[in-house]
């Protein structure tokens, strides 16, 4: 994922801002970082190095910290957020399977963005409707029951979708 | 001047400093206890790897031995089926998921867990759990050494020393079964800010950090 020149002098001067207003104590550490989070969307390279610069420690362990939570995204989220559920009871239903499906159709893995930011993939626990598991979230929408086929349904619907707003939008010029 | 204590390990009264962590007294006594993550230079014993267990009298349980400080009379036994339960259980994981291939591995005869193995009468190969191997790329960007995570033991030894070397490259990142050691953004050390001191190679008790 390419992150270009003008997002990462953004992301320098988010967290450079939000960092001014904490002193240099570890506990902030990560109520900055999540605040990163939810001014960017996510959290940058750039803005671990800055925040490790702040409270004086390797920037590898901010990379742990981000890392080991699974709240914290190292990529842009995508236009369409696909979020796959993994509770137990989609998990025992072939969470895996619809896993495998979207990373092989959309060419990128756990926690990625397509290249065009329109599809980005992530994990998440019981979305509470097991009834219809397993379940996939799109960005708040839900879809249940879902299959292979029916993730490469989506993907089609939702290009659909897309050329006829960008053909609607022609014809309304 | 540190008070010396008397203390008896395994029946064999020692002389320490009071104070002295448990393990480094059997250690210099010539009385062996497996350990992976324990690190004379560190002040606070992370304790993760669950190997140094040993049998305190008075103590319900068994006690890590090092996280114990020496006390005058303080009496332990080095092995007890408790204690030898809770080591080769605690071994057995660990070698889980690590990648055994002693005979082309540069630690082979100087590895840690063939000493633990050895001086303990385990196998190296797990017999009750699966091994799972992690078969992530071995990192051959440096030009003096090189860095096979499937080897990791997760011990942490090559952290501290990285970071009292003053490099602080190399850190944990992830969680759970993916738990690695890396460097930042998980960039070929080759291409971090790693000056290959060396320091992490030294400390490290099996084969993941070697010497090309
Ligand atoms: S486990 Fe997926 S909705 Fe409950
Ligand atoms: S050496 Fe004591 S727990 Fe690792």
């Known amino acids: ?173 | 001047m540190a008070e010396t204590v008397t203390l008896t390990i395994d029946g064999r009264q020692i002389h320490a400093a009071q104070g002295e962590i448990l393990l480094w007294v059997a250690l210099d006594n010539d009385i062996y206890i497996p350990h992976l993550c324990a690190d004379r230079e560190e002040e606070h014993p992370t304790a993760s790897c669950r190997l140094c267990f040993v049998e305190v009298e008075g103590r319900p349980a068994p006690v890590p031995a090092c996280t114990l400080p020496v006390t005058e009379g303080l009496v332990v036994k080095t092995r007890s089926p408790q204690v030898d339960g809770l080591v080769a259980a605690g071994f057995e994981l660990i070698m889980s998921n690590h990648r055994l291939d002693c005979k082309n591995c540069s630690a082979n005869g100087n590895c840690e867990l063939q000493r633990i193995a050895k001086t303990r009468k385990l196998r190296l190969k797990p017999k009750n759990l699966p091994v799972l191997d992690k078969n992530l790329p071995v990192d051959d960007s440096a030009t003096t050494f090189a860095y096979d995570p499937n080897k990791c033991v997760l011990c942490g030894q090559c952290i501290r020393a990285c970071r009292r070397s003053g490099n602080g490259t190399l850190g944990f990142a992830r969680r759970g079964y993916l738990r690695v050691v890396t460097t930042f953004g998980d960039m070929p050390l080759g291409e971090s800010n790693c000056t290959e001191c060396g320091a992490c190679v030294k400390v490290c008790p099996v084969g993941a950090l070697a010497k090309k």
């Open chain 1, 1 to 173: 994922m390419k992150i270009t020149e003008e997002e990462k002098k953004i992301a320098i001067e988010t967290t450079r801002q939000l960092l001014s207003t904490y002193n240099d104590s570890r506990g902030n550490l990560i109520p900055v970082l999540q605040q990163v989070q939810n001014k960017l969307g996510y959290v940058p390279a750039v803005a671990m190095e800055e925040a490790a610069a702040h409270f004086n420690v390797p920037a590898v362990d901010v990379y742990g910290v981000i890392t080991f939570y699974n709240q914290f995204r190292l990529t842009p989220p995508g236009k369409n957020q696909v979020k796959i559920c993994m509770g137990t009871a989609c998990h025992m239903r072939g969470a895996h399977i619809i896993q495998e499906s979207w990373e092989r159709r959309l060419n990128i893995k756990m926690g990625e963005t397509t290249e065009d930011r329109e599809y980005s993939l992530e994990r998440v626990a019981c979305v509470g409707c097991c009834t219809m598991a397993p379940v996939v979230l799109i960005n708040e929408e839900v879809h249940g029951k879902i299959t292979p086929t029916r993730v490469d349904g989506l993907i089609f619907a939702h290009q659909l979708d897309k050329q006829k707003a960008k053909e609607g939008a022609a014809q309304d010029e």
